[in-house]
């Protein structure tokens, strides 16, 4: 069975923590010369936490930005556009537990003729336990993986990316130390609670860097200019803990709302990654928070990264009967 690295929330908790003593190197090199005037840029989960603060630090820096959201349709939008003076923000209904929905984003945004040059997939969700969705598949799976790599080939496919649009995954610096694919449970549905919910939570994060790290070697050799970079926060005072059990959640919130970075802070990195000269031409970086860092190894595995790239196709064919027309020649 896989393994993440974190079994209990604390644990995770406190090495959110530790992650605060880090250094900074590319601190100093995030400046407000960062624009993104005349950039379309396309944020997953911009309602709360990270993604909306990504979301008003983007619009404050000149983006047109689409936010593409389950939730908070317009009024997201509205205060976003009220508090930065930017009005070039829109949304549009994304419910990433949903295939269809899925589709249907990109339907509305192929139909208005979108075209991002920078795409923040931000959104997750974490459960106190399992839950299945509507086509069958873990709800923690599909959201935090399976529907990122379907977004990304369908926006790519469907012609809604510039030639050198940057793809930003925000992953989580606890995929290290999870355990190696387990590929006879992958993509199947079972019964967990707490423990193994938080487990999963960092094993889908491995499963994600994997995942951007072939989607990187394949767009290589497909003639894309554009990048495909990852990124950890660090511990960001957001809604993440929203599920928890009662108690738990109530500790948590504590050290979160004492201890954690603001989401205001913890969008710094993210905005320099996806705006900064300093990684034009630069794919397959991930920061941990202002460090560049290597990812864990077995991320950089090719022959894992081929495999889960061929088992995620073949899942993602068994649930969608339109996902073969997103996958010629990827
Ligand atoms: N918080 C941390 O300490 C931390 C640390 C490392 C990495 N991260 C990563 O940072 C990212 C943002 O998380 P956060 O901490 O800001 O959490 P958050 O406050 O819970 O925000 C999560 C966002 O994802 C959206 N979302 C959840 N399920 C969705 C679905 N099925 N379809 C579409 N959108 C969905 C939520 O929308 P609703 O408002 O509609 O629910 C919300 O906008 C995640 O990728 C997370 O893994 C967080």
Known sequence: ?????????????????????????????????????????????????????????????????????????????????EVTGNAKVDMSRLDLADLDSIHACVDGLVSEGRTFDVVIFNAAVTLAKSRRTASGQDEMFLVNYLANVMLACLLLKRGCLASDARLLFISSDSHRGASAIDWAEFGTFFDYGVSKAISNYSYFKLLLNIMATELDRRLRTDGFSGTVNLICPGPVNSNIIREAPPFLRMVLRGIFTVIFKSPAKAAEPVVYLAGSADFNNRSNVYLHMFAEKPMDPKVYDPEEGQKLWDASVDLWKRIDSRASEALTDL
């Open 1 to 81: 069975m896989s393994q993440g690295r974190f079994t209990s929330p604390l644990g995770a908790a406190l090495t959110g923590i530790f992650d605060l003593f880090r250094a900074a190197p590319l601190k100093l090199r995030y400046t407000p010369d960062i624009r993104f005037d005349s950039r379309r840029i396309l944020i997953t989960g911009a309602t709360t936490g990270l993604g909306y603060a990504v979301a008003e630090e983007c619009a404050r820096r000149g983006a047109d930005l689409t936010l593409a959201c389950r939730s908070g349709i317009p009024q997201t939008g509205e205060k976003i556009r």
